[in-house]
C-alpha cells in the first residue's frame, strides 16, 4: 500500500504516553492452551531470517512528557533513525533497506552475508558448528556463534540450534563439502518454510478453514497423497503453490514489505518470566505429561551472553520442554513486556549497546517514521470497513476510555500496533482480522514468488533424498521426534509442538475437512 496519507507527525500523540497508557503490561494475558514457548521463540526466528531495517548513523531521542514521566521507565532515550533512501520512484519516493535476506533461506542459522556464512561452516562434510550438548558455540566473547546473533536470547537460540542439527542430519555424505553444503540449506531452509506453513500457522489461527487453507497451500485442493503420487500437475488451487512450473511476483520483485513488518510486532508474546520444568521427575501416571515445576527465571536473566550461560547449564532438554510446557503472552492491549521497557539492546554484531530504550514506545515510534498508515487508512488501503467510532474496534468500556483520552475522538490518529491489539479477534485467530490480511496474502507471496519452492522443487536441485526429506517432515515434531526420539513421547500429549504440551490433542473428526460447517463466532 501507499506510505500514510495522514501527516499527524511522530510525536502525536507521544509515543511514550501511547505505550504506557495503552501497551505497558498490567498483568500477563495468556494464549491459554493454544500458544507455547516454542511458538513465540519460533516467530523471533523467523524474524531474523526475514527483515531487519538498516540504521541511520544519526539517533533521536524520545522524552516522556513532563505530565507523564512518572508513568515511563525511562524518561528519555536515545536510539539509531532509520535509514531512508531515495528510491528514483514517481510511487514512492522514499524507502528503506533490509539487512536480512528477505527470502525462506535460513539465514537466521546461515547468516546473511559472506561474513556470516564462514562463521558458521565447519568446512567438513558440509557440517555447521555446533557444541557436543547441541547448544550453539560461542565465540571468545561468549556470543553464539549463528548466522543472527542479534536481540538473541536463550529461546531463540534454542530454536537456532535445534535446526543446525537438523541441516547437520541432512548431510548424507553422497557430495563434497560444498555440495553437501548447499542441498542441506535448500533441504532445512524448504523443513523451516513448510513448517511455518502448515504447522506454525495453522495453531496461530485454529479453525478448520485456516487448517484447509494452510495444507492448500502446499499440497493443493486434491491434498498430499495426489501430490506424492503425481507431483503438481494441475497448477496452484488443485496442486498448491510448491513446485508450480515457475515463480510468479504479480509485477512486484520478491520483498517484504513494511505493513508485514508492523503486523508482526508480536513482543507482548513474551512473558515476565521463563518456567523451569524437572524433566527428571517421573510421573506415576502415564496420562500427566507435565512435569513439576523446578524454578521460575525472570527473563532478563536469559538474554544475551548471561543467558547464553544459563542455557548451557540448563541444557537443550529441559529448556525444550520447559518452553513446551509454558503458555506465551497474547497479543493484546496491555500486555507489553515490562522489562522490554528498560531494555539493553544488541547491535547487529550481538554486542550490548551502551543505552536502554523502551521498546514499547520505539515500536509506536517506528511505524510512523517508516511512514506505514495507521490503523483506519491501513483497514481502507486493504479495502476493509474502517470504524467509525470507538466501539467498533472494541466493545470493551476500560479501553474505550482510554483510547478517548490517548486519541481524544480522532479514530483517524489511532495507531495501528494498538488497532490491531485492541480489535475483536475471530474465534480460534490468536491476532487480528486486519493482521491476518497481510498474513494471507504473504504467506502465498513468498511461496510462490520463489524459483526453489517453484521452478527448483525438483530433485535436480534438492536431490531426491532432500525432497523426501522435506515432504515426509509435517510439523515441528517430526524434527523433535529426528534428535530427541524420547522427548515427545514422554513430555508431549498435544498434537502441535507448538501448543502447550500438556493441552487436549486435536480431536477426530470423521468429516472431511472441506465439508465441515464454520463455527459460530
Same mark, same amino acid.
Given at each position: 500500500m501507499p506510505p500514510a496519507m495522514l501527516d499527524y507527525g511522530f510525536l502525536d500523540p507521544h509515543p511514550s504516553l501511547v505505550a504506557s497508557k495503552l501497551l505497558a503490561r498490567k498483568k500477563l494475558k495468556s494464549t491459554g492452551k493454544q500458544f507455547n514457548m516454542i511458538a513465540c521463540s519460533w516467530i523471533q526466528f523467523m524474524i531474523h531470517d526475514w527483515i531487519d531495517h538498516l540504521e541511520d548513523t544519526k539517533q533521536v531521542g524520545i522524552r516522556a512528557p513532563d505530565s507523564y514521566s512518572s508513568g515511563c521507565p525511562l524518561n528519555s532515550f536515545k536510539f539509531f533513525k532509520t535509514k531512508k533512501f531515495n528510491t528514483d520512484s514517481s510511487y514512492m519516493k522514499t524507502g528503506f533497506l533490509n539487512t536480512r535476506t528477505p527470502w525462506w533461506d535460513g539465514s537466521v542459522i546461515y547468516g546473511n552475508n559472506e561474513k556470516g556464512m564462514i562463521r558458521v561452516r565447519t568446512y567438513s562434510e558440509g557440517k555447521l558448528k555446533i557444541s557436543e550438548d547441541g547448544l550453539l558455540e560461542h565465540d571468545e566473547k561468549g556470543i553464539p556463534i549463528s548466522g543472527d546473533v542479534r536481540n538473541c536470547w536463550a529461546g531463540f537460540s534454542l530454536v537456532q540450534a535445534l535446526f543446525v542439527k537438523e541441516h547437520n542430519a541432512v548431510c548424507y555424505p553422497d557430495f563434497n563439502d560444498e555440495k553437501l553444503y548447499r542441498h542441506a540449506r535448500l533441504v532445512t531452509s524448504a523443513v523451516i518454510a513448510k513448517i511455518h506453513t502448515i504447522d506454525w500457522t495453522v495453531e496461530l489461527l485454529k479453525t478448520d478453514t485456516l487448517l484447509a487453507a494452510m495444507r492448500i497451500n502446499w499440497y493443493g485442493f486434491l491434498g498430499k497423497k495426489f501430490k506424492d503420487l503425481f507431483g !503438481?500437475?494441475?497448477?496452484?488451487?488443485?496442486?498448491?503453490?510448491?513446485?508450480?512450473?515457475?515463480?510468479?511476483?504479480?509485477?512486484?520483485?520478491?520483498?517484504?514489505?513494511?505493513?508485514?513488518?508492523?503486523?508482526?510486532?508480536?513482543?507482548?508474546?513474551?512473558?515476565?518470566?521463563?518456567?523451569?520444568?524437572?524433566?527428571?521427575?517421573?510421573?506415576?501416571?502415564?496420562?500427566?505429561?507435565?512435569?513439576?515445576?523446578?524454578?521460575?527465571?525472570?527473563?532478563?536473566?536469559?538474554?544475551?551472553? $548471561?543467558?547464553?550461560?544459563?542455557?548451557?547449564?540448563?541444557?537443550?532438554?529441559?529448556?525444550?520442554?520447559?518452553?513446551?510446557?509454558?503458555?506465551?503472552?497474547?497479543?493484546?492491549?496491555? !500486555?507489553?513486556?515490562?522489562?522490554?521497557? !528498560?531494555?539493553?539492546?544488541?547491535?547487529?554484531?550481538?554486542?550490548?549497546?551502551?543505552?536502554?530504550?523502551?521498546?514499547?514506545?520505539?515500536?509506536?515510534?517506528?511505524?510512523?517514521?517508516?511512514?506505514?498508515?495507521?490503523?483506519?487508512? &491501513?483497514?481502507? !488501503?486493504?479495502?476493509?470497513?474502517?470504524?467509525?467510532?470507538?466501539?467498533?474496534?472494541?466493545?470493551?468500556?476500560?479501553?474505550?476510555?482510554?483510547?478517548?483520552?490517548?486519541?481524544?475522538?480522532?479514530?483517524?490518529?489511532?495507531?495501528?500496533?494498538?488497532?490491531?491489539?485492541?480489535?475483536?479477534?475471530?474465534?480460534? &485467530?490468536?491476532?487480528? $482480522?486486519?493482521?491476518?490480511?497481510?498474513?494471507?496474502?504473504?504467506?502465498?507471496?513468498?511461496?510462490?514468488?520463489?524459483?526453489? &519452492?517453484?521452478?527448483?522443487?525438483?530433485?535436480?536441485?534438492?536431490?531426491?533424498?532432500?525432497?523426501?526429506?522435506?515432504?515426509?517432515?509435517?510439523?515441528?515434531?517430526?524434527?523433535?521426534?529426528?534428535?530427541?526420539?524420547?522427548?515427545?513421547?514422554?513430555?508431549?500429549?498435544?498434537?502441535?509442538?507448538?501448543?502447550?504440551?500438556?493441552?487436549?490433542?486435536?480431536?477426530?473428526?470423521?468429516?472431511?475437512?472441506?465439508?465441515?460447517?464454520?463455527?459460530?463466532?
Open positions: !503438481n500437475i494441475f497448477g496452484p488451487i488443485l496442486s498448491g503453490l510448491v513446485g508450480i512450473r515457475k515463480p510468479r511476483d504479480h509485477g512486484v520483485p520478491y520483498s517484504l514489505t513494511e505493513e508485514f513488518v508492523s503486523v508482526y510486532r508480536m513482543h507482548s508474546m513474551l512473558p515476565e518470566e521463563i518456567v523451569l520444568r524437572n524433566i527428571k521427575h517421573i510421573s506415576t501416571n502415564g496420562k500427566d505429561k507435565c512435569p513439576p515445576v523446578l524454578e521460575k527465571v525472570p527473563i532478563r536473566e536469559m538474554l544475551g551472553k $548471561e543467558g547464553e550461560r544459563r542455557l548451557s547449564k540448563i541444557g537443550m532438554e529441559q529448556m525444550l520442554v520447559s518452553m513446551g510446557h509454558q503458555s506465551c503472552g497474547a497479543v493484546a492491549l496491555w !500486555n507489553y513486556p515490562t522489562w522490554m521497557r !528498560n531494555l539493553i539492546v544488541h547491535d547487529i554484531d550481538g554486542e550490548d549497546r551502551s543505552d536502554p530504550v523502551d521498546m514499547a514506545s520505539m515500536e509506536v515510534y517506528r511505524d510512523r517514521e517508516r511512514e506505514v498508515a495507521r490503523y483506519n487508512e &491501513f483497514r481502507r !488501503n486493504l479495502l476493509m470497513i474502517p470504524i467509525s467510532k470507538w466501539e467498533d474496534l472494541t466493545n470493551e468500556e476500560e479501553v474505550i476510555e482510554v483510547l478517548k483520552e490517548v486519541y481524544g475522538d480522532d479514530i483517524e490518529k489511532l495507531d495501528l500496533i494498538v488497532g490491531l491489539q485492541a480489535e475483536k479477534k475471530i474465534k480460534g &485467530f490468536a491476532i487480528s $482480522e486486519t493482521a491476518f490480511f497481510i498474513f494471507l496474502t504473504m504467506a502465498s507471496r513468498r511461496i510462490e514468488a520463489d524459483r526453489f &519452492f517453484t521452478s527448483n522443487f525438483n530433485s535436480q536441485t534438492y536431490t531426491d533424498k532432500g525432497l523426501e526429506w522435506v515432504n515426509r517432515t509435517e510439523s515441528l515434531k517430526d524434527v523433535i521426534d529426528r534428535h530427541y526420539p524420547e522427548m515427545t513421547k514422554k513430555w508431549m500429549r498435544c498434537s502441535s509442538a507448538f501448543s502447550v504440551w500438556d493441552s487436549i490433542p486435536d480431536p477426530t473428526n470423521y468429516i472431511p475437512l472441506y465439508l465441515r460447517p464454520a463455527p459460530k463466532q
